[in-house]
């Protein structure tokens, strides 16, 4: 998924769960006889419907569903996101010495919903078609995400490169029912990482079937050939879809019927009182609802927080006052912020501290040993050792987010003004003006942060390869406020100029922060290359420690989704890879 979309998700995220509220909910619909493998029915709430369909080999929200069932990959989850995949449509497979060769056996048994065996062959046509840049370009999507998986030639086939086909992909039939993926390095976790949601491009198709249909088709469940334990039987744009059993999958559906609702029919809220009534026996919440689920003992045994994705984070602003480009300055900011107060507080139990843009700390502890603490009067003291003493002459401290309101800001503003005696200001600003906002260069009297926040990742996937394919594309906002004013304008003349192509302003920007760049960003990225080119975890340890310390970003909280979820309901798994916890692979689900 591109950098903006991810962003985009996460705004959302932030802002519903803060203040309006999307939900993912599961009740139990008693409405017929039994069919498949199991009497039991679902619906589920899936706040994720942005309308563009099921094609697994473009990047859409839809796609997330294809990849908790519609379509199964070589191997599926294991019960959580920090365990072993299991078998999926792969039996067994063998590593080859150098880790660089993984050979899967297929199961012979395995079909798609129309019927037709599902090949090694097929498994190639799908990745290929997945990496070829006509594919996203003639579907009017994003291209998939293939930076979390080092298959040969992936990336230069992607990004257009000359010379590289889709032909050209570590990937090969040995026969009908082997297949080999050739990694450009040792990759111990490639088996893990294919269960993320952005591997969801590793599935086969059926390609008589595909080639047959038009971009439009992947909206029509009478056009859609999947291989999953469900299929698509129904579907009404951005409203509502229905999975059924695929009656040809090699194991048992446990679900009768799946229907799915998107975000645009949430209508009046009732979650408390609609699982109390039995009528949910799933219930998302917002964390304004925590104080009355756990003031209810009948609730409260049925509460849980599951850690979602996203982190919650600050980062500088370009300015033509150059004051938070000092380490001091910065570090004096990130003490003066309670988390703890604002997960307990603000949140309600909703969030728990958050210290790396990068890394939750639910699945990364050792991120925690580098935190700073709560130390106001230590914050104080910074500021004035950088010539500040009590925010006396510090210029306006502007806070930017992409939401209209957003309670985590405001507590920051009054913990900052409190804290350091400096003036801030928060704007809550619609999305549009949010982008156009992380282009504008404040004026010398000013500086200012903006809420930069993204998905959570494994660690050694958020590595850098090189200083250009860490800065672009998902970068740039990270680091645009430690350029010199300077460097910053001449960066916005490429930027902005429209007679240059995509290709030629990366090239001359990347000369921009090669040298505009302070060298303590510089050596950081240089370190993260080391550990990626290595595999060596103490580097991995330091690279990320290096951030927190340095306070290149302030990350403040990741957020908890509270939960209802009744006894009856067994095999739930949260995906917290996603932003909301969906199921992490609906055919464990049963009531």
């Given amino acids: 998924m591109k950098s903006e979309e991810v962003h985009n998700g996460a705004r959302n995220w932030f802002g519903r769960c803060i203040d309006g509220g999307d939900r993912l909910w599961i009740r139990r619909c008693n409405d017929g006889a039994a069919s498949g493998n199991s009497n039991s029915t679902f619906s589920m709430f899936f706040n994720l419907g942005d309308g563009h369909g099921f094609d697994p080999d473009v990047s859409s929200w839809e796609a997330y569903l294809d990849d908790e069932g519609i379509f199964e990959g070589l191997v599926i ?93 570590g990937v090969k039939a040995l026969n009908n029912y082997t297949l080999q993926i050739t990694l450009t390095r040792n990759d111990p976790t490639f088996l893990r990482d294919l269960t ?26 009478a056009k859609i050939v999947s291989d999953g334990p469900y299929m698509l039987s129904s579907y009404s744009l951005k409203t509502s879809a229905t999975l059924v059993p695929n009656p040809h999958y090699y194991g048992k559906s446990s679900l009768k019927k799946i229907t799915v609702y998107y975000n645009s029919t949430t209508g009046n809220d009732t979650s408390l009182a609609s699982f109390k009534s039995g009528q949910m026996q799933e219930s998302m919440l917002q964390p304004q609802d925590l104080a009355a689920a756990k003031a209810d003992s009948t609730l409260k045994k049925d509460l849980h927080m599951f850690p979602a994705s996203a982190q919650y984070t600050l980062a500088v602003l370009p300015s033509k006052n ?120 404040l004026p010398s009297d000013q500086v200012g942060f903006v809420n930069e926040s993204t998905n959570a990742n494994y660690a050694n996937l958020a590595l850098p390869q090189t200083l250009e394919s860490w800065i672009f594309p998902g970068n740039t906002a990270l680091i645009n406020g430690f350029l010199s004013p300077d460097n910053y304008q001449a960066w916005y003349k490429i930027d902005s100029n429209s007679q240059l192509s995509p290709a030629q302003k990366q090239a001359e920007e990347f000369v921009i922060y090669q040298k505009g760049l302070p060298a303590s960003i510089l050596n950081n990225v240089e370190l993260g290359i080391r550990a990626f080119q290595s595999g060596n975890q103490s580097l991995l340890q330091q690279y990320y420690g290096q951030q927190v310390q340095q306070n290149f970003f302030i990350s403040i909280y990741t957020p908890l989704q509270p939960v209802l979820l009744s006894s009856q309901v ?22």
Avoid: H
């Avoid at 988390?339 to 699945?363: H, K």
């Fill in 77 to 169: 989850p294991g019960s959580n996101a920090a365990t072993k995949p299991i078998p999926g449509i792969a039996v067994s497979w063998k590593v080859s010495a150098n880790g660089r060769v993984y050979t899967f056996n297929l199961r012979k048994n395995e079909k798609f919903s129309n019927g037709d065996p599902v090949t090694a062959q097929d498994f190639v046509y799908s990745m290929q078609r997945a990496v070829n840049p006509n594919t996203s370009v003639a579907a009017g999507e994003s291209p998939i995400s293939a930076n979390n998986l080092p298959i040969v030639n992936a990336q230069q086939i992607l990004q257009g490169i000359s010379g590289y086909t889709p032909s050209d992909l």
């Fill in 570 to 591: 067994k095999g739930y798994q949260p995906d917290q890879m996603l932003l909301i916890d969906p199921p992490y692979w609906l055919n464990n689900i049963t009531v």
């Fill in 196 to 221: 993320l949601p952005t591997s969801s491009w590793v599935v086969p198709l059926d390609p008589k079937v595909v080639n047959a249909m038009n971009p439009s088709d992947w909206s029509n469940p």
């Fill in 322 to 441: 150059t004051a938070l480009q000092n380490a001091k300055v910065r570090e004096a900011f990130a003490l003066a912020i309670d988390r703890t107060a604002i997960c307990n507080s603000v949140l309600q139990g909703a969030g728990q501290p958050a210290y790396n843009y990068y890394l939750p700390t639910w699945l990364n502890p050792w991120v925690e040993k580098y935190a700073q603490s709560y130390n106001p009067a230590q914050a104080k003291k910074l500021l004035a050792q950088a010539g500040y003493p009590n925010g006396k002459g510090f210029p306006t401290v502007d806070i930017i987010v992409g939401s209209t309101t957003d309670p985590v800001a405001s507590a920051i503003q009054q913990m900052w003004q409190q804290n350091l005696g400096v003036k801030v200001n928060f704007e809550g600003l619609e999305w549009g003006q949010y982008v156009n906002a992380l282009k504008t260069q």
